[in-house]
């Protein structure tokens, strides 16, 4: 039995998901939400937990049912004590003000995993631990989070699991510390060589730019009309998946140039989803979970998307590209276009390579972080 505490919980209902999940298979989870979550807690409160449905094979417990949490708690000094393993999600517009709130009570030699799609969460939070004085705290993230589900009144439904998940430490040599402790909680999770692999392989900066770029007026139509929309059917299109493949070989370049490994668009969709077909339209619209699983959402989602994905995955790349003298035309173009239509700078509206340690030569960071991978 593993001590977890499991802070925040987003749209994706990430944190709930894991917290009922890692309950089931008879852990020690203590809960907490920020304020902005806290209108779910008079539900699991009166349950003690949650009531798990769905598919069984979405939760790494293989079961549903009524999950026990050991704690559900409105202070997070209460949820961090003793805990060894800290999974953590919330908003990426929000990761280090919220996370800024737990470091003092941040138990020694804890483990913090970032559940979210890369964005770079490791390098976002390991400047804050440094600078607080706790070196002794670890911090890791992956290309994608562990679940997806639906959540009402305490009913937790899974959506998706991603299983075969990929982690990355800061510093990299560190990541077998880390998967002794997450392998307590999840099997299948096996080590990636640096942060810069899982930042550079976000699903999210691979899958959603394109679609969203030419589905825009689809999208604000249905907004219009006070409609929801199916993101990954009404919007993958061909022309959608070249301009996709296209950002993909872009992405490829800057992988090379830091010598981290580049995994197409359709082989990500194929290892976390299971799909079919080698060009990127056909494997979306192949994949059960984009066609099925995720369902609809409210037409304007797709800007709460393109906020964290030109922030903090878009704008990176390119800067990334930059440093290396690496031409990004697409990926500039992108974060230009969509930051006129969200009204943000791209470039300033997230960190700079600065902020998250990462200004270097590809061997210099490569030093610093972990190793490079062909």
Same mark, same amino acid.
């Given at each position: 039995?593993?001590?977890?505490?499991?802070?925040?919980?987003?749209?994706?209902?990430?944190?709930?998901?894991?917290?009922?999940?890692?309950?089931?298979?008879?852990? +020690?989870?203590?809960?907490?939400?920020?304020?902005?979550?806290?209108?779910?807690?008079? &539900?699991?409160?009166?349950?003690?937990?949650?009531?798990?449905?769905? $598919?069984?094979?979405?939760?790494?417990?293989?079961?549903?049912?009524?999950?026990?949490?050991?704690?559900?708690?409105?202070?997070?000094?209460?949820?961090?004590?003793?805990?060894?393993?800290?999974?953590?999600? *919330?908003?990426?517009?929000?990761?280090?003000?919220?996370?800024?709130?737990?470091?003092?009570?941040?138990?020694?030699?804890?483990?913090?995993?970032?559940?979210?799609?890369?964005?770079?969460?490791?390098?976002?939070?390991?400047?804050?631990?440094?600078?607080?004085?706790?070196? $002794?705290?670890?911090?890791?993230?992956?290309?994608?989070?562990?679940?997806?589900?639906?959540?009402?009144?305490?009913?937790? =439904?899974?959506?998706?699991?991603?299983?075969?998940?990929?982690?990355? =430490?800061?510093?990299?040599?560190?990541?077998?510390?880390?998967?002794?402790?997450?392998? =307590?909680?999840?099997?299948?999770?096996?080590?990636?060589?640096?942060?810069?692999?899982?930042?550079?392989?976000?699903?999210?900066?691979? *899958?959603?730019?394109?679609?969203?770029?030419?589905?825009?007026?689809?999208?604000?139509?249905?907004?219009?009309?006070?409609?929801?929309?199916?993101?990954?059917?009404?919007?993958?299109?061909?022309?959608?998946?070249?301009?996709?493949?296209?950002?993909?070989?872009?992405?490829?370049?800057?992988?090379? &140039?830091?010598?981290?490994?580049?995994?197409?668009?359709?082989?990500?969709?194929?290892?976390?989803?299971?799909?079919?077909?080698?060009?990127?339209? $056909?494997?979306?619209?192949?994949?059960?979970?984009?066609?099925?699983?995720?369902?609809?959402?409210?037409?304007?989602?797709?800007?709460?998307?393109?906020?964290? $994905?030109?922030?903090?995955?878009?704008?990176?790349?390119?800067?990334?590209?930059?440093?290396?003298?690496?031409?990004?035309?697409?990926?500039?173009?992108?974060?230009?276009?969509?930051?006129?239509?969200?009204?943000? +700078?791209?470039?300033?509206?997230?960190?700079?390579?600065? +902020?998250?340690?990462?200004?270097?030569?590809?061997?210099?960071?490569? &030093?610093?972080?972990?190793?490079?991978?062909?």
């Amino acid at each position: 039995m593993t001590k977890v505490a499991v802070i925040g919980n987003t749209s994706r209902n990430i944190g709930a998901a894991c917290a009922a999940d890692l309950a089931l298979s008879g852990h +020690d989870v203590r809960y907490f939400l920020f304020p902005e979550a806290a209108g779910e807690l008079p &539900a699991l409160q009166k349950l003690g937990g949650f009531d798990v449905r769905g $598919d069984a094979h979405t939760f790494f417990a293989g079961r549903t049912g009524k999950a026990v949490l050991h704690a559900i708690c409105s202070d997070p000094k209460d949820a961090l004590e003793l805990a060894e393993v800290v999974l953590l999600d *919330v908003e990426m517009s929000r990761l280090e003000q919220q996370f800024q709130k737990i470091i003092p009570w941040l138990p020694r030699g804890a483990l913090v995993y970032v559940q979210s799609f890369g964005y770079w969460a490791a390098a976002r939070l390991a400047p804050l631990l440094r600078a607080a004085g706790r070196g $002794d705290v670890l911090v890791c993230e992956a290309a994608v989070p562990t679940h997806a589900a639906s959540l009402s009144e305490g009913v937790l =439904t899974g959506a998706v699991l991603r299983r075969g998940i990929e982690i990355a =430490t800061m510093p990299g040599h560190r990541v077998d510390d880390a998967l002794k402790l997450l392998r =307590t909680l999840f099997p299948d999770f096996v080590a990636a060589p640096s942060v810069l692999q899982t930042s550079l392989e976000s699903v999210n900066l691979m *899958v959603h730019p394109a679609m969203a770029l030419l589905g825009i007026g689809v999208m604000e139509q249905a907004a219009g009309r006070g409609e929801r929309i199916h993101f990954y059917r009404d919007c993958n299109v061909p022309s959608a998946g070249r301009l996709a493949e296209a950002l993909d070989d872009e992405r490829g370049r800057v992988c090379a &140039a830091y010598g981290v490994r580049h995994r197409r668009l359709p082989v990500a969709i194929d290892h976390y989803y299971g799909t079919s077909g080698d060009r990127v339209y $056909d494997a979306v619209l192949n994949c059960a979970a984009y066609q099925r699983g995720f369902g609809t959402v409210p037409a304007h989602t797709w800007r709460n998307w393109e906020l964290v $994905d030109v922030s903090y995955a878009i704008a990176p790349l390119v800067m990334l590209a930059d440093q290396a003298g690496i031409a990004a035309p697409l990926h500039r173009g992108a974060a230009e276009i969509l930051g006129v239509v969200l009204g943000i +700078d791209p470039w300033t509206s997230g960190p700079s390579l600065k +902020d998250m340690d990462l200004v270097g030569s590809s061997d210099e960071l490569a &030093a610093r972080y972990g190793g490079l991978q062909a």
